[in-house]
T-cell receptor, first 117, second 112 residues
Framework: DAMVIQNPRYQVTQFGKPVTLSCSQT?????MYWYQQKSSQAPKLLFH???????NEADTPDNFQSRRPNTSFCFLDIRSPGLGDAAMYLC????????????????FGPGTRLTVT | SQKIEQNSEALNIQEGKTATLTCNYT??????LQWYRQDPGRGPVFLLL?????KEKRKERLKVTFDTTLKQSLFHITASQPADSATYLC???????????FGQGTELSVKP
């Protein structure tokens, strides 16, 4: 089945120690998103890629970076994790960004739960 | 900035009843609105989409309405089952900005 895969499902890192979360998709979608979701809160968009075009949200801290080496894979790098970065990180894909061209639902992976000690 | 409000209190209903969840927003009406289901520790799953020029959309036991005058969407689950227990998120898409903005979700609990 076509899907969005995130590894690892659970990640523990130390304060200030760089960490990378990975996402892969078999849907061949153009757009890949990274969201941060804290307990009982709305998913918060960090950034997205439209093909190779990177789109950063204005309020995403510089501590968060992303790479998309090819259509299938996307990585979230947290350069110096703080305690406030502990959250669920969700990767999602969509066929396009929507708007006047169309309206496309997003397909989410299972998430990576990040703990910072 | 745009604000989305979903009932933060959990909704508890009896099996077989209709569950109704509310999504209110401020300022401009979105081009379209989506509803997602999220189970604990999992990613959201898309359920339904409704456009600004549509009043109602149905899919099996699910129904979504969209009232741009009230700036509100209602999400109904008829003949609810314990398996429907989850958190339901609404998400709004605006052409300006080009992204989905999620509400914090409402937790639904269906008791047998």
């Amino acid at each position: 089945d076509a899907m969005v895969i995130q590894n690892p499902r659970y990640q523990v890192t130390q304060f200030g120690k760089p960490v990378t979360l990975s996402c892969s998709q078999t849907l061949n979608h153009n757009v890949m998103y990274w969201y941060q979701q804290k307990s009982s809160q709305a998913p918060k968009l960090l950034f997205h890629y439209y093909d190779k075009d990177f789109n950063n949200e204005a309020d995403t801290p510089d501590n968060f970076q992303s790479r998309r080496p090819n259509t299938s894979f996307c990585f979230l790098d947290i350069r110096s994790p703080g305690l406030g970065d502990a959250a669920m990180y969700l990767c999602a894909t969509s066929r396009d960004r929507g708007g006047t061209v169309g309206s496309y639902e997003q397909y989410f992976g299972p998430g990576t739960r990040l703990t910072v000690t | 900035s745009q604000k989305i409000e979903q009932n933060s209190e959990a909704l508890n209903i009896q099996e077989g009843k209709t569950a109704t969840l509310t999504c209110n927003y401020t300022n401009y009406s979105p081009a379209y609105l989506q509803w997602y289901r999220q189970d604990p520790g999992r990613g959201p799953v898309f359920l339904l989409l409704i456009r600004e020029n549509e009043k109602e959309k149905r899919k099996e036991r699910l129904k979504v309405t969209f009232d741009t005058t009230l700036k509100q969407s209602l999400f109904h689950i008829t003949a609810s089952q314990p398996a429907d227990s989850a958190t339901y998120l609404c998400a709004l898409y605006y052409n300006q900005g080009g992204k989905l903005i999620f509400g914090q979700g409402t937790e639904l609990s269906v008791k047998p």
